[in-house]
């Protein structure tokens, strides 16, 4: 009888373990990741895309909101900045200019899920390219 409790533990244990451990963006890949590449912000929960963002290579960063498909997207000017395995951006306009940070696990086909470094979850990034307006 021992055994077999001892084995259903360890049987348990092992199935409620996570089936695989995550794959952050480390800090040395980061700055590749995010510098000069544009991305949309997709919700997690529904897969809609919420909005999307170009990282210029100078520091700043330009948002735009996703809206109907006739409408002209209205662009928030910001900012971001890398620190290690993190990033963080603000937006004059967004989120009362407050800064955000978030570190992004690698899910697959270029995209991340971004949490914030609370841990969180926020937006899951998908690549884009950077539009004619900021060639």
């Not at 909005?51 to 290579?57: C, T």
């Not at 306009?93 to 841990?119: H, K, M, V």
Request: charged residues 20%; glycine residues 8%.
């Amino acid at each position: 009888m021992t055994k077999h409790f001892f084995t259903i533990c360890a049987l348990s244990l092992a199935l409620s373990g996570p089936v695989a451990a995550q794959e952050m963006i480390g800090a040395e890949a980061m700055s590749d990741y995010i510098t000069g590449k544009a991305y949309q912000g997709v919700n997690p929960e529904t897969m809609e895309v919420v909005a999307s963002v170009v990282y210029h290579a100078d520091g700043s960063s330009t948002l735009w909101m996703a809206g109907p498909a006739d409408a002209a997207p209205k662009d928030e000017p910001g900012s971001y900045r890398i620190e290690g395995n993190t990033y963080c951006t603000r937006y004059e306009n967004f989120r009362d200019n407050s800064e955000n940070c978030f570190t992004l696990e690698d899910i697959g086909d270029g995209r991340t899920q971004a949490y914030y470094t609370d841990g969180r979850t926020a937006l899951i990034l998908q690549p884009i390219e950077i539009p004619d307006r900021f060639r």
